[in-house]
Nanobody, 125 residues
Framework: QVQLVESGGGLVQPGGSLTLSCSVS????????MGWFRQTLGKEREFVGG????????YVVDSLKDRFTISRDSVKKIMFLQMNRLKIEDTAVYFC??????????????????WGRGTQVTVSS
């Protein structure tokens, strides 16, 4: 059984940086791609960006692409989210997820079949 575990969250001041990691464990991992989502209490889960696992092609939503970067280490099976110039509105629980195929839009949560439990990012002065 594949499991995803996020780490790296914490408290950071506005303008600061933080790097999140999503570690994959399990005997077999053959997902087409992985993604990052974030969610504030009481709101819908929001797509941040994703990466195809084989080729490493990345995508970050327009509103975040100037500050956030996604990468992966395919050998260690870790996906990263580098967040720079953080804002208060970036405060959320950040989740990673794996999608089994290229079917569907990678920005929709329902195309991902495996999820981590999330890591809290709090941006505050």
């Amino acid at each position: 059984q594949v499991q995803l575990v996020e780490s790296g969250g914490g408290l950071v001041q506005p303008g600061g940086s933080l790097t999140l990691s999503c570690s994959v464990s399990g005997q077999t991992f053959n997902a087409y791609g992985m993604g990052w989502f974030r969610q504030t209490l009481g709101k819908e889960r929001e797509f941040v960006g994703g990466i195809t696992w084989s080729a490493g092609a990345t995508y970050v939503v327009d509103s975040l692409k100037d500050r956030f970067t996604i990468s992966r280490d395919s050998v260690k099976k870790i996906m990263f989210l580098q967040m720079n110039r953080l804002k208060i509105e970036d405060t959320a629980v950040y989740f990673c997820a794996a999608r089994p195929s290229r079917t569907g839009s990678f920005g929709l949560p329902d195309v991902y079949d495996t999820w981590g439990r999330g890591t809290q990012v709090t941006v505050s002065s």
